[in-house]
């Protein structure tokens, strides 16, 4: 059984990598509860950026993109479970886990269609998320890996 525990919520423990807001979302996944980091920075319609998967990634890696953004938007970008400062428990990161972690997120944080950037094979959970009932993506950008500007 999947579940949100609660909404997010300001953690002063996180390190801002973009010059945002720093947030933990709580999740629970096959009875384990998850926390989950992720920052907002900028104003305007949503936008949400993921970072690529690899053993190095975080949201960090989009701060070049993120800033720019924020001018004119309002950019959120996360750390994927088992990577960045999000929790690292001993779980099976799959398709399944990543695929319910991003309707459950992106259902908790907007109230609106969301444009989502992605980085690497990040896309293949944008896209899906895109085709998801309802809508919850307008528009769906895939970054090559190494791009982040």
Excluded: K
Excluded at 15 to 39: N, R
Excluded at 75 to 88: I, K, M, N, Q, Y
Excluded at 132 to 143: E, F, G
């Amino acid at each position: 059984m999947v579940r949100v525990l609660d909404r997010d919520r300001p953690s002063s423990s996180l390190q801002y990598q973009l010059g945002g807001a720093t947030h933990i979302f709580h999740w629970q996944w096959q009875e384990q509860a998850l926390t989950v980091a992720y920052e907002t920075i900028g104003e305007g319609a949503p936008v949400l950026l993921l970072p690529a998967f690899s053993t190095v990634s975080n949201r960090a890696e989009l701060q070049d993109l993120a800033t720019g953004l924020a001018s004119h938007l309002q950019v959120t970008a996360l750390d994927w479970p088992g990577f960045g400062e999000s929790d690292r428990l001993p779980l099976d990161y799959g398709p399944a886990l990543y695929t319910q972690f991003l309707q459950d997120f992106v259902a908790a944080n907007f109230t609106m269609p969301i444009a989502i950037v992605a980085a690497g094979h990040a896309a293949g959970y944008a896209l899906a998320l895109a085709h998801h009932p309802p809508p919850v993506a307008n528009w769906c950008w895939s970054l090559p890996p190494g791009v982040d500007r």
